[in-house]
């Protein structure tokens, strides 16, 4: 595919009953007799909702396509509602029918779940423990998509590109650590440029200070919809202590820079600007 070349020069270094079918002057000897066995219930999306924490801001409502920038403290949750009644968009085919919703750190770690529909956010606190540690995706209560809690991506960006398959949408963001991040609820999917190769970029010296790299163009999906007009590359020097810590994540959560709002928390402006065409 098309490839772009580019010499930059570096600036630094709950139970139920069970009866059986009984005649009535039997049924309570029955009952006797008969112990129901134990039912263990997994959650309902339709429970209701509880009690609000002290560590939980109001919802607010997040417009189509544009990114909600927010600081946020340890151990606290950020509430958003997503609502979509555009119609040209529901008469859309399955296949192109989609909404994207996006979490990207800027510092720290974050983690995104998302409702659809029912009316009651996430809730993060029903799964994870900061104190003890704990945690357990299995039992998250209210969710429906929600980001790795496992600690292996922590401080990596959250992507989903799902079906759009209801009008409303609850969205909950929860910080393991203090934290700023960029979140962002697109239905128009094509006009959202997606990484080519993966997002794999080449680089090699070309000579003293100076490193010549090469990435595949961006990608829509479906195609027609939007393109790309410019790349901006930045380049910041790595000190000593600058390792990666996870495959997802470049470098760690205090300093990332795989994500645009990372990069801009790290860098004080693009090193070049290339155009597309």
Request: hydrophobic share 40%.
């Amino acid at each position: 595919g098309t490839a772009h070349r580019l010499r930059v020069v570096m600036r630094g270094g709950r139970q139920s009953s069970w009866h059986p079918w009984v005649s009535a002057a039997a049924s309570a000897i029955a009952m006797l007799l008969v112990r129901p066995p134990a039912v263990s219930w997994a959650q309902s999306y339709y429970d209701a909702c509880d009690a609000q924490y002290d560590n939980v801001a109001d919802s607010v409502g997040l417009r189509n396509g544009e990114a909600a920038v927010r600081e946020i403290q340890a151990n606290h949750t950020h509430r958003f509602e997503y609502t979509n009644y555009n119609l040209s968009t529901m008469q859309l085919n399955d296949t192109d029918r989609k909404v994207i919703i996006s979490l990207d750190p800027c510092f720290g770690i974050v983690y995104l779940f998302v409702r659809k529909n029912i009316a009651c956010h996430p809730d993060p606190y029903s799964c994870i423990d900061l104190d003890t540690g704990y945690r357990d995706a299995a039992i998250c209560r209210r969710t429906h998509f929600m980001s790795d809690i496992n600690g292996s991506r922590d401080g990596a960006p959250t992507f989903f590109r799902i079906s759009l398959s209801a009008s409303r949408y609850f969205i909950s963001v929860f910080a393991a650590s203090d934290a700023r991040y960029s979140l962002t609820v697109l239905d128009d999917v094509g006009a959202w440029p997606l990484q080519g190769n993966s997002g794999s970029v080449q680089a090699s010296v070309a000579a003293s200070g100076t490193v010549m790299l090469q990435w595949a163009i961006a990608e829509y999906q479906p195609q027609g919809i939007s393109s790309t007009k410019q790349y901006h590359v930045y380049a910041t020097p790595l000190v000593e202590n600058d390792t990666v810590q996870s495959g997802p994540v470049f470098l760690r959560p205090s300093k990332i820079l795989n994500t645009y709002c990372g990069l801009q928390n790290n860098t004080d402006r693009a090193d070049d600007v290339i155009d597309a065409a």
